[in-house]
C-alpha cells in the first residue's frame, strides 16, 4: 500500500498529512487569523471556526435533540445536552459535594468556583470567564443578539443566564435555600442579604451618620428615611 506523504511542521514537528493542513497548523503558532466577522470584527484561524460564530449575530440553530426537541448551535453542545437525558450525576466535586454528569463540568466547576480560574477571554472588552460557553453567551452582548426568549411574556435576553434569571419570576422557583433558617430565596444575591441577618456584624455604614446596618438593603430604607436622599452607592464597607 502506498505511503502518503507527511508535511512537518517547522516549529513544532508535527507530521501533518497535507499541505493545507501543515498550512491551517502553523497558524496556532503565528497568530494568524485570516478571516474576519463582518458583524464584531472578531479573527479566525479556520473558515469553519467563523461559521460556527456566526450563528452566534445569526440564531441558526440547526442541532436538534430528538429526544426533547431542543436546538443548539453546535454539534458538541447537543452532544453534551443528550447526555443529560436520563444519566446520572457520577462526577462529585470533594471541596462542596455538587454532582455533575460529565468530567469536565466538574474540571469547569472546580476551575471556575473554587480555583477563580477565568482562562476564556473575550477579545472584544477583555472580560474573562470560567468557561467558553459563558464566553459565548457573554459576546451576544457586544452585538445587541437577544436570542433567548421567555416563553410565557416573550421577553429577550442576550444570555440564557439572564433568561433563568427571569423565569423564576412566573415559576416562582427558589432554588437559594439559607443553611440556617431554610428559607428560599429565587435570585443568590437575596440569599446573600438574607444570611447577613444572621450575623451580628454589620458592615454597611451611612456616609451622613454612624449607624451601621447589617444589609445593603436596610441602609437604603435608612438613607431614604432619615436622610431622604438618593441612596445609589451609598453602602460603604467597614475596613
Known amino acids: 500500500m502506498r505511503k502518503r506523504p507527511k508535511y512537518e511542521c517547522g516549529d513544532c514537528g508535527k507530521m501533518l498529512s497535507s499541505p493545507d493542513g501543515l498550512k491551517l497548523h502553523t497558524r496556532i503558532h503565528t497568530g494568524g487569523r485570516p478571516y474576519k466577522c463582518n458583524a464584531c470584527d472578531l479573527r479566525f484561524r479556520q473558515t469553519s471556526h467563523l461559521r460556527k460564530h456566526l450563528r452566534i449575530h445569526t440564531g441558526e440553530r440547526p442541532y436538534t435533540c430528538n429526544i426533547c426537541q431542543k436546538s443548539f448551535a453546535q454539534s458538541t453542545t447537543l452532544n453534551n445536552h443528550v447526555k443529560t437525558h436520563g444519566d446520572e450525576k457520577h462526577f462529585k466535586c470533594k471541596l462542596c459535594g455538587k454532582a455533575y454528569i460529565r468530567k469536565s463540568s466538574l474540571a469547569s466547576h ?70 440556617v433558617c431554610d428559607k428560599k430565596f429565587s435570585q443568590r444575591y437575596s440569599l446573600t442579604e438574607h444570611v447577613k441577618r444572621h450575623t451580628t456584624e454589620k458592615l454597611h455604614q451611612c456616609s451622613v451618620c454612624p449607624e451601621s446596618f447589617q444589609t445593603k438593603a436596610s441602609l437604603h430604607y435608612h438613607s431614604g428615611k432619615m436622610h431622604k436622599q438618593n441612596t445609589k452607592n451609598q453602602a460603604l464597607k467597614v475596613d
Request: glycine share 6%; net charge positive; aromatic share 8%.
Open 110 to 179: 472546580v476551575k471556575g468556583i473554587h480555583k477563580k480560574e477565568k482562562e476564556f477571554k473575550c477579545a472584544a472588552c477583555g472580560a474573562a470567564f470560567t468557561t467558553n460557553a459563558n464566553l459565548r453567551q457573554h459576546l451576544q452582548t457586544h452585538t445587541n443578539t437577544k436570542n433567548s426568549v421567555c416563553s410565557y411574556c416573550g421577553a429577550k435576553f442576550a444570555r440564557n443566564h439572564t433568561l433563568r434569571k427571569h423565569l423564576r419570576r412566573h415559576t416562582g422557583e427558589k432554588p437559594f435555600t439559607c443553611n
